[in-house]
T-cell receptor, first 112, second 116 residues
Framework: DAMVIQNPRYQVTQFGKPVTLSCSQTLNHNVMYWYQQKSSQAPKLLFHYYDKDFNNEADTPDNFQSRRPNTSFCFLDIRSPGLGDAAMYLC???????????FGPGTRLLVL | AQKITQTQPGMFVQEKEAVTLDCTYDTSDPSYGLFWYKQPSSGEMIFLIYQGSYDQQNATEGRYSLNFQKARKSANLVISASQLGDSAMYFCAMREGYNQGGKLIFGQGTELSVKP
């Protein structure tokens, strides 16, 4: 089945230690998104790629970076995680920017 | 100002009954899309149903239907014949126009509990 896969499902890191979250898709969609969802809150868009074109939300902290080496994969790098970065990180894809977004299972990040 | 408002933080429904989850939105863009997602405790966001601003008819997908009232700017989700597996958080979301990169703006969610 075509799907969006996120690894790992749970990630524990230490304060200030860089961490990378991974997303892959078999849907062959052009657009990939990263959302941050803190406890009991709505998801918030961090950035998205349309093909290789990177688009950052204005209020996304510089601590967050992303890479998309090919159509299938997209990575979220958190350079120096703080306690406030503990959250669920959701990857989503859509065929075009006006299309329906399909989400992966998410990665729960815990910062100690 | 809130662009998506879900006024029901929590809802209870008896198994096999229908339930309506409210969503109102605010936009001046004539072209927009409205979505409902289900998020179980596992965390995955599951797409349920979509309504485009120019769609003439209300969207339906199996037991899910969207009661779209454009003049009132509401897009309520109706779940018929509730099942225990419907217990989850439900998010209403909006995408504005074609120049926002597909950004979804989510409401705060409604937690639905289905009682046996």
């Amino acid at each position: 089945d075509a799907m969006v896969i996120q690894n790992p499902r749970y990630q524990v890191t230490q304060f200030g230690k860089p961490v990378t979250l991974s997303c892959s898709q078999t849907l062959n969609h052009n657009v990939m998104y990263w959302y941050q969802q803190k406890s009991s809150q709505a998801p918030k868009l961090l950035f998205h790629y349309y093909d290789k074109d990177f688009n950052n939300e204005a209020d996304t902290p510089d601590n967050f970076q992303s890479r998309r080496p090919n159509t299938s994969f997209c990575f979220l790098d958190i350079r120096s995680p703080g306690l406030g970065d503990a959250a669920m990180y959701l990857c989503a894809t859509s065929r075009v920017v006006t299309g329906t977004q399909y989400f992966g299972p998410g990665t729960r990040l815990l910062v100690l | 100002a809130q662009k998506i408002t879900q006024t029901q933080p929590g809802m209870f429904v008896q198994e096999k009954e229908a339930v309506t989850l409210d969503c109102t939105y605010d936009t001046s863009d004539p072209s927009y899309g409205l979505f409902w997602y289900k998020q179980p405790s596992s965390g995955e966001m599951i797409f349920l149903i979509y309504q485009g601003s120019y769609d003439q008819q209300n969207a339906t997908e199996g037991r899910y239907s969207l009661n779209f009232q454009k003049a009132r700017k509401s897009a309520n989700l109706v779940i018929s014949a509730s099942q225990l597996g419907d217990s989850a958080m439900y998010f209403c979301a909006m995408r504005e126009g074609y120049n926002q990169g597909g950004k979804l703006i989510f409401g705060q969610g409604t937690e639905l509990s289905v009682k046996p």
